[in-house]
């Protein structure tokens, strides 16, 4: 099983890597952490993230793939409920004191993008390229449409704007890293993973290393999990409750 995850997940990496330019891959080799900052120095634009996020998601509606109506139907439906499956139905209060983490907004957007990846890596090999794009493209758009939603709603109650370009730069840079970082992570050891844990669950703070195991260890017990189940009762179905696959 662990082979078959590690093949899906280097013909990932290997297509993420196949879009740069001949003068790209002349040019120094960039980390994560350079990538992260080219996108945080970006320009501002002018236009409102709601407003953005709209226009986004109405793009990716229409815009022609040359997939099949109703597979886009079934594609569209499935990427909306995967991501409130990702967001809502996994324990938070359980997951904030296993991994040591505060009862704070950022904790939830931190194990929402977890979950999310998580789903994503399971889904990647199951679909030709067109297909599986529209999937995730429409997963992240509903993700980024719900942050919008649930800040707003906090601002209020707060009384304080936390919709700044400032922060919702500093959440896309933190969902790049976490999608880049876990993918690297997993191809290799535990070390590695907590590694990468470490600097996108906790940002690089001091944790109790049983906290951080027991993150990695949800990682990779909710991926073997996750390879246990159905394709198509996947997109059908969703994911109604997230279980883990323990060890012999």
Known sequence: MLS?????????VSSSFAVFSNEEIRSPKRTIEDLTQEM????????????????????????????????????DRASAQLYYNCADNFDFPKLCDAFGLGDFMSSWYKLTLMHTWMVL????????????????RGLLSTMWLDIDHRLSIVSKELGQVLTSENDMKHMHGLHLQTFFEYDEGFLHDDRVLAGAVWRCLYLNRPVDPVQLLRAVTYIRSTVAWLETCDTNAILVDGIPEWKQLRPQ
């Open 40 to 75: 945080l120095q970006a320009p501002v634009s002018r236009v409102p993230p709601t407003v953005q996020r709209i226009m986004s998601s109405l793009k990716l509606k229409f815009k022609p793939d040359g997939l099949d109506g109703s597979v886009k139907s079934i594609l």
């Open 4 to 12: 078959t995850i590690n093949r899906t997940i280097c013909r990932r």
């Open 121 to 136: 890596l399971r889904l990647h090999g199951e679909f030709d390229g067109k297909a599986y794009m529209r999937l995730q």
